[in-house]
């Protein structure tokens, strides 16, 4: 029944992800996951932890990477839109510094495959968002790393609503700026 859409986003492993939606008077219904699916567009990734987080409009979590557990994680708005992002850490990457943003929402479905080795956060720009994802590693407390959201270096632009006042964690605005990190092996 599903099949799916995988567009690669110009780094190693990057995908959104689309799934097909069936619409009638009703409403619509979809797959967001069928491994037969994944494994047919050559995505092999094993999950073993779903998450789920709701945030009000303005609020930027991230950006943050587990250090020696790295995970993948596959992520979608359920309710509302969110600016989601991925900045490439791994250790002799091509693309090591580079990262790529994408809007996701409950309307547009689109999902996105951040790899193992990806520092990932998001930004809510609707009023409120719920959001979404599947990992292939389980979180391991104390194992957490991150890196600042407007690190220079990256030059990273959030699409930041007029008039909006940015909510971001005491922790993540501490978080040390890209340079001052080690990739992630």
């Not at 990057?14 to 069936?22: A, N, S, T």
């Not at 091509?94 to 193992?116: M, R």
């Amino acid at each position: 029944m599903g099949k799916i859409t995988v567009t690669e986003c110009g780094m190693k492993g990057l995908y959104i992800i689309e799934p097909k939606v069936f619409t009638d008077s009703r409403g619509y219904f979809m797959e967001t996951y069928n491994q037969r699916d994944f494994e047919e567009a050559g995505l092999t990734m094993r999950f073993v932890q779903d998450n789920q987080s709701m945030s009000t409009k303005g609020v930027l979590r991230g950006l943050h990477f587990q250090i020696e557990h790295p995970q993948g994680k596959l992520v979608r708005a359920v309710r509302g839109e969110v600016y989601d992002v991925a900045v490439d850490m791994r250790e002799g990457s091509e693309t090591y510094g580079q990262w790529y943003g994408v809007v996701l929402s409950a309307e547009n479905k689109k999902q996105f495959y951040v790899p193992e080795g990806f520092a990932h956060g998001y930004l809510v720009l609707s009023d409120e968002a719920e959001f979404a994802y599947k990992c292939t590693d389980f979180y391991h407390p104390g194992d957490e790393g991150g890196i600042r959201y407007d690190s220079p270096e990256l030059g990273i632009e959030w699409p930041i609503p007029e008039g909006v006042e940015l909510q971001i964690l005491e922790r993540d605005r501490n978080w040390p700026c890209f340079r001052a990190q080690e990739s992630i092996k």
